[in-house]
């Protein structure tokens, strides 16, 4: 076969955003979550038994359909796209806090909001 004749599959390179990351050592590839994606972001691994490949991640809508799917639980996750990483620290004692954390602390607010 000619050189000009292979046709090639290849991810778009990374950006910030990471649309799906799959865990290597859970997932079973079972490509339930290449089934449901709504923007066809994912690609079947030609290993079987492997994750599948994310070939698009810049076109994901971010819906979790994926993560929904998935049957092991933590195979599959969906970080936030960074847009939507909203992050603050507490003046007083530097603590760092982000929406979506786990065990969050109580809220403190001593001061009505200001209008």
Do not use: S
């Amino acid at each position: 076969m000619k050189e000009f004749e292979k046709a090639l599959l290849l991810p778009n390179p990374m950006t910030p955003n990471r649309a799906v990351v799959f865990n290597e050592d859970k997932c079973i590839g079972c490509n339930k979550c290449i089934e449901v994606c709504r923007a066809d972001v994912l690609h079947p691994n030609p290993v079987k038994g492997k994750p599948p490949i994310v070939l698009y991640p810049d076109e994901c809508w971010f819906a979790g359909c994926c993560v929904g799917a998935c049957p092991v639980e933590g195979a599959c996750e969906m970080p936030p796209p960074l847009q939507q990483r909203v992050a603050w620290v507490r003046k007083d004692t530097g603590e760092f806090f982000r929406v979506g954390m786990k065990n969050p602390p109580p809220v403190t607010y001593t001061k009505p909001p200001v209008i």
